[in-house]
Structure formats: C-alpha cells, structure tokens
C-alpha cells in the first residue's frame, strides 16, 4: 500500500510512504454494534462567522485574479475520545457504500475513510484521473432525485468548479504524458452514491517511456480537486486561511502492485483517529469561485460531514 500527506511541492517534494498489510482480515458487518463510548462532541476549527469571513476574502483575491478557484476546508475535531475504529468504519461503509472505502492502521492511527474519489490509476501506460467538484443531497424517493441530478448537472457554478479541476489535471498529466494524448474522456458526468450526487470528470493520458511512480507523484500531488487554480498560487493561501493543518487528509492511500500499476483514492470524507493521544477529527471542503455563496458553501461542508457524524453518533458543538 502507499500513503501520502498534503503538502505543498514548491516547499517540499510528496514523500510517499509504502508498506504491506500484516493483518488482512474480512469483518463481518453483522457484528455492527451500538458504540460502548460516551457521546463526541465535535468542535470546529472555523466557526461559521470566521469561515464566511474567509471566503468572502478568498472571494476578493479571485476578484483581484491571483486565482480563480480554491478548495478552502474546515476541520471539526474531539480530544480525549474513545471509539472502536473497526465499529465505526463498518457503520461508515454501510451508510456510505463508498467506492474507495479502506480502514488502515499506522502505528497509532487510525484512517477510516469512505472516500468517493479516485485520485490516479495507472494501467500499463495509461493514467487516469477523475476529479470530483459540484455536490448536491440525495432526494427522498426517484423523482426527487432525478430533479436534484439535473439540477446538479446544469449548474454553471458547478460546472465552472468542476472544469476549473479539469483544466489543472489536464495541466498536470502533460507533464508525464506522451504529446497529444491528454484527453478528457467525460465532463460533467453525474455519479451518485448513497449520501450525495456527485459531479464527476475523469481525464487520461498515455504516459512517455520509463516514467516512475515518483515523477508521476511530483507531477499531480496534490490532486486538482483539493487544491485550485492557479495550483501553487491556490496552495499558498490554503496554508493561510486554513485553521488546521491538513495531514493526512487531502492526500491519498491506495494499492501499488509489482508490475508497478496502481490505484490512488483522494482521503476525503474520511475521520482520522490517534488511538495513543485519543484524538479524534474530520475535514470536510468546497471549492470556492466567483459564483460562490458563503452561507451555501458551509452548508455544503455540512452535508459532506453527516455520513462521518453519523458512523460516529457525534455532533458538532453549536
């Protein structure tokens, strides 16, 4: 398996970390149980007022055009907590059916992830990315649903984040792609998932001869999807808006196999458990734009954080 933690390339290069699985084992979702834990209370990193006062200023900047999108995001955080993480993980996976979902542990932590986004597979030459931008709940029965995918599907503000993260993947892959061969196989695709509807692209290449795994990861980490665009312009004022440092998440886990083929999820909608310190957080985001409403912007925070809350019977402090 690899690991790799957000950082900012232009101040250090990603530092994959590789390892094998010592314990493999096939848990029955039967044995969910009721958590034998008292209840978390999670606190938030950015209040509301404070996070709708920093995208307003994320909103000035793109109006100054030094970017044009950036994936501003939030963490919500509980010390001194006790959980099961193999509870937790199974209440996550049955509420979530997520397609990347994987319980890992690293020494004393803990990364219960039920990620919905593919970050990079790599079949013999060919390099695929699917970045996620644009979200929208799941409706109470069929004609709700249909309703809220084309409502999703037409949004120009969505569609404008989600071709601003083409746009970068597609600059990311021409560095490690044979000329010509980048291409963008869908855009504005719809996928939908248990929680949320997704708006969905993917984008390819065919790679140049005797590219590695590390070119590869100099050249895309981190992710379109969880940065902006300008990358490194948008990267920079995340390291200064955000309240948290980011750590594992928005970075990536995934399976690299000998032939050197491999599949990267991006650590979203994940909860990041230390079994020592007992420390306990989620981070959720949305790309911010021009289009963008702050109020509608937390909300969205929101909805992407209720299937983690509810894996840990947890709610936010108000």
């Known amino acids: 398996m690899c690991i790799l933690k957000y950082q900012n390339p232009i101040i250090e290069k990603p530092e994959p970390q590789f390892f094998e699985a010592t314990d493999e084992r096939i848990i029955d979702p039967s044995l969910i149980v009721k958590r034998p834990y008292a209840p978390i209370i999670l606190k938030s990193s950015t209040s509301r007022k404070s996070y709708i006062e920093k995208v307003n200023a994320l909103k000035n900047h793109i109006k100054l055009g030094d970017i044009y999108e950036i994936n501003f995001c939030i963490e919500f955080f509980a010390e001194k907590v006790n959980i099961d993480p193999i509870t937790v993980f199974l209440n996550l996976y049955q509420l979530t059916k997520a397609p990347y979902s994987r319980l890992v542990k690293i020494h004393n932590d803990y990364i219960i992830s039920a990620s919905p986004e593919l970050f990079l597979e790599k079949k013999e030459n060919v390099l695929i990315t699917k970045p996620i931008k644009g979200t929208i709940k799941r409706g109470r029965d069929i004609k709700e649903d249909e309703m809220l995918m084309s409502q999703l599907y037409y949004s120009v503000k969505e569609r404008t984040e989600n071709v601003m993260a083409v746009d970068v993947a597609r600059n990311d892959l021409s560095i490690v792609a ?37 070119e590869i990861i100099n050249a895309t980490f981190p992710m379109a999807s969880m940065t902006g665009a300008p990358k490194i312009k948008a990267m920079e004022l995340i ?25 990267l999820s991006v650590l979203i909608r994940s909860i990041f458990y230390n079994s020592e310190t007992k420390r306990l957080s989620l981070a959720v985001g949305s790309a911010i734009t021009h289009l963008c409403d702050p109020e509608t912007e937390y909300e969205e925070c929101l909805l992407k954080a209720k299937a983690l809350l509810a894996a840990l019977d947890a709610t936010i402090e108000p």
């Open 239 to 263: 390291d200064s808006f955000e309240d948290f440092k980011r750590e594992f998440y928005s970075g990536s886990l995934g399976l690299v196999d000998e032939s050197g083929n491999f599949q």
């Open 178 to 214: 044979e000329r010509g061969s980048v291409k963008v196989n869908k855009l504005y695709n719809i996928e939908s998932f248990e929680t949320v509807h997704q708006m969905v692209s993917t984008v390819s290449c065919e790679l140049k001869p005797n590219i590695g795994f590390n």
